[in-house]
């Protein structure tokens, strides 16, 4: 079975047979020139190419594919929806928005497990962040924050240029002080998910054997002190470019990892949290799990 994973800045194709691998995937844009009339055509014709490219390279129709649509597609027009829809219904494909809470509960699920520990799960995305509290195996509490990403890039445009003269102080306070919620819930560990542990394994967090929980999937941490000082490495003595070629098979993924890292840090410190467990898992493990 195969899975598409459309979010408003990455194209995920996942095939699941005993476990679920991620096969392909390509980052575009979509929120940018965003306007009322929905995601650029030149972004929508990016799409439909590697959709179509993937479809004959595995053979995807609607009997062995789902594709589940999140972030700004949920914002795109009706008009331009219908045209989407129709496009890759000449594909043999079936393309699926879900909502937020729809995403919200997959990601829920994918992360839901006996922790032995108050764990919050962080899983940013473009203008929204949600933030779910574990108590071992049981939801204690959930909060969206009304930022993300795009918060960074807003404020900060140049954030990935070396002498953009922008400290990653700044940048932290800015942040703490668009998030109103007090974030606070005790818990030491956070669970950073979004392609977190890929990310910190290419780029050489100081990660450590988790020894918080066994769970089977999340085997490191790292602690936020180490997670500070590789951040402040990252965003001031960094190229882009040396970041995208640590990544050649989709380069444009890491033109937000500096960005991403400033959000992160900002909630962790903002929340407390001392010791950081980087994850790839995302919403569709827990399409996943619930069949």
Known sequence: MYYFDIGSSTIKLYEYKKELSLIEEKSIMFKRGFSEDGIQEENIEKMMAFIKEVKEKYNLDKNNTEIY??????????????????????????????????????FEKA??????????????????????????????????????????????????????????????????????????????IAIHTGGELRFQKLVKYNLQPNKFFDDGIHKVYVTYEDFDKKNEELLNKTTLDELRSLMPTNPDWMNGAKAGIMLGEAIFRKANIKNIIPSDLNLINGVIKEK
């Open 111 to 188: 992360m839901q497990g006996t922790y032995n520990n108050r764990v919050m799960m962080v899983n940013m995305g473009g203008k929204t962040t949600e933030l779910v509290i574990f108590d071992n195996d049981t939801v204690e509490n959930r909060v969206n924050l009304t930022v993300g990403v795009s918060d960074v890039f807003d404020k900060y445009p140049n954030i990935n240029e070396l002498d953009s003269g922008i400290s990653k102080e700044e940048v932290i306070n800015y942040l703490e002080n668009l998030i109103s919620e007090d974030i606070n819930f005790n818990c030491d």
């Open 69 to 106: 649509a999140t972030g700004i597609w949920r914002k795109i027009p009706n008009e331009q929806l219908a045209n989407i829809e129709a496009r890759f219904n000449e594909l043999d494909l079936e393309f699926n928005v879900i909502s937020h809470d729809k995403e919200n509960y997959y």
